[in-house]
């Protein structure tokens, strides 16, 4: 394939934006990234006219693919119309509160906000002004956003920031330990239980590797919270609205958290995060509580009829059907595969998330026929990833530097490095799954 085109605005890039990217992880892919042109369903066309199957779809919030409904265009064609913005209130962000309200479990009162990373941003502050405490448990590995509380790395004993730039005192207010570890969330909360405010965690580790939880951990999440008065925080900014549906994972996994994050599909593909819970809590943001809340584009008409849509689309159409079902197959896929072609690699993900870990383990084929379901009966159980950190011993170089490349070439894009997850969208079809099994066959 020629990328001419794609290098030289990577080229002009360097000289104006830091690393020639707006997002960090968008300067992964060796030896320098794609530029894109266009959309079209579940492809993208690259500025060198190239067209790929595309399982990146916008790192998640594309759900409907990049061919946007009828409904749904419509709907933001309207509101982009009528005016940009206006600093006050719109019914349709009431309209979109009560979607969500009605259809996730624990969701009761919601904000509106204008990134995952500034909803858990707010959900940090919410539990802590709640609790009167400071400390934050948070899972290794985890990510939720660009923010000082969460940006850290170390161990329980020996948090330390994770990014230049953040105190050593704020890390100290962070505990991290290992997702999928009950007991080492017991200890946290023996040694620290009268200053934890908060647990945050995903329900599915889905921004290192796509590490599902094992069986009860999120209910002894939720015994512990309760047992010590803290508040159960989930961050579903990758799974809401796409692990379990409109339900989101807590409605799978059946776990009721205090508050819950979402981003990406929340506002169909404009920017968006909202912070969503019981009303006690959602209540404290100002002006009816004192923790203080506010964004000039918070509840932007034009997302909020993006989102609107989209989620109403999701109800009244066999979106999930499909899309879990694409996922289904290409985990299976990739399953067979793998027994044949790299064994030792493991395939994870679940409803429309899918990925293959690099990692280096000389037991059976795979078992988990689906996707890594951290069933201990398994015979891989003790070679497959139980948190996020597993993935960085998996062979990352080598997806970096052969694997994707050879996807590009064969005409597929998958995530820009070995832990991002690849994402369905209702724009796939089943000749994508068989071009893409393809791919995977000659790029292993």
């Not at 624990?106 to 909803?119: D, H, K, P, Q, Y």
Request: proline share 6%; hydrophobic share 35%; glycine share 10%.
């Amino acid at each position: 394939m020629n990328h001419e085109r794609s290098r030289a605005l990577y080229g002009r890039a360097l000289s104006v934006l830091p690393g020639g990217v707006n997002s960090a992880v968008r300067a992964a892919p060796q030896p320098y990234p794609l530029f894109v042109e266009r959309g079209d369903g579940g492809h993208v066309i690259d500025a060198d006219g190239n067209r790929y199957v595309d399982w990146v779809m916008g790192l998640g919030p594309l759900l409907l693919g990049h061919d946007t409904p009828e409904p749904v265009q419509s709907a933001i064609q309207s509101r982009a119309a009528e005016g940009p913005m206006y600093g006050m209130p719109t019914e349709l962000e009431i309209e979109h509160a009560e979607f969500v309200c009605r259809h996730v479990p624990s969701v009761e009162m919601l904000r509106f906000v204008n990134s995952g990373t500034e909803a858990t941003v707010s959900a940090v502050r919410l539990a802590r002004a709640v609790t009167g405490r400071n400390k934050i448990v948070v899972m290794q590995g985890g990510y939720h956003g660009a923010q000082e509380s969460t940006l850290v790395e170390g161990t329980a004993d020996d948090p330390a920031p994770s990014s230049a730039g953040i105190p050593r005192s704020f890390a100290e207010e962070t505990i991290p330990i290992p997702f999928n570890d009950v007991e080492a969330a017991r200890d946290a909360f023996r040694n620290h239980g009268d200053d934890i405010a908060g647990v945050l965690v995903e329900p599915v580790q889905a921004n290192m590797g796509i590490v599902y939880p094992q069986d009860g951990y999120h209910d002894s999440l939720r015994e512990l919270c309760d047992e010590y008065g803290s508040l159960l925080l989930f961050d579903e900014v990758i799974t809401g609205f796409r692990v379990g549906g409109l339900h989101c994972a807590q409605g799978k996994f059946d776990v009721d958290p205090d508050v819950t994050t979402f981003g990406k599909i929340v506002g169909g593909g404009y920017p968006v995060g909202a912070i969503g819970g019981k009303t006690e809590y959602i209540e404290e943001f100002t002006p009816t509580g004192d923790v203080f809340q506010a964004g000039t584009f918070s509840g932007h008409p034009v997302t909020m009829a993006a989102g609107l849509e989209t989620l109403k689309f999701c109800a009244e159409h066999d979106v999930y059907d499909h899309v879990d079902s694409i996922g289904t197959q290409l985990r299976e896929g990739l399953s067979e595969l793998l027994e044949d072609h790299a064994p030792e690699y493991t395939v994870v993900g679940t409803d429309s998330l899918f990925k293959v870990v690099f990692t280096r383990t000389e037991t059976d084929p795979q078992d988990c026929a689906n996707g890594c379901r951290q069933d201990p009966t398994c015979s891989r159980f003790g070679a497959c990833p139980k948190r996020g950190t597993d993935t960085a011993d998996a062979e990352t170089e080598r997806y970096a530097r052969l694997f994707r490349p050879a996807m590009i070439e064969e005409g597929v894009l998958v995530s820009q490095n070995q832990f991002e997850a690849n994402f369905v969208s209702y724009g796939h079809t089943e000749s994508d799954v068989e071009e893409t099994l393809e791919a995977y066959k000659h790029a292993l």
